[in-house]
Nanobody, 128 residues
């Protein structure tokens, strides 16, 4: 049974950092695309960052580029999102998601529709 479990959310002051982690279980084949999305209250779920299965290509939304870094460890089957210089507008529930296709090349954002499996989310609150 496949599971994606996020961790690392919490309350942080503006300018601070947080590291989110997504642990994937039940999927022996590591050749899949990972993405992070976020959803603020009353808003749609938006793309944040994505990483190809080999970890060599990544793509970021304009709002987080230069502040967030996505990475993955295919031995541990995890995908992390390092968030720095956090702003109050980064406040949201953050979701990791997997697209079982290995063909993503890191040159475009992912869409919610193409993701095959989702975690339950972890809450991030950035205070001003």
């Amino acid at each position: 049974q496949v599971q994606l479990v996020e961790s690392g959310g919490g309350l942080v002051q503006a300018g601070g950092s947080l590291r989110l982690s997504c642990a994937v279980s039940g999927r022996p084949d590591r050749r899949y695309t990972m993405g992070w999305f976020r959803q603020a209250p009353g808003a749609e779920r938006d793309f944040v960052a994505a990483i190809a299965w080999h970890g060599l290509s990544a793509y970021y939304s304009e709002s987080v580029k230069g502040r967030f870094t996505i990475s993955r460890d295919n031995l541990e089957n995890t995908a992390d999102l390092q968030m720095s210089s956090l702003k109050p507008e980064d406040t949201a529930t953050y979701y990791c998601a997997a697209d079982w296709s290995p063909y993503y090349n890191g040159t475009r954002p992912l869409t919610t529709e193409e993701m095959d499996f989702w975690g339950r989310g972890t809450r991030v609150i950035v205070s001003s």
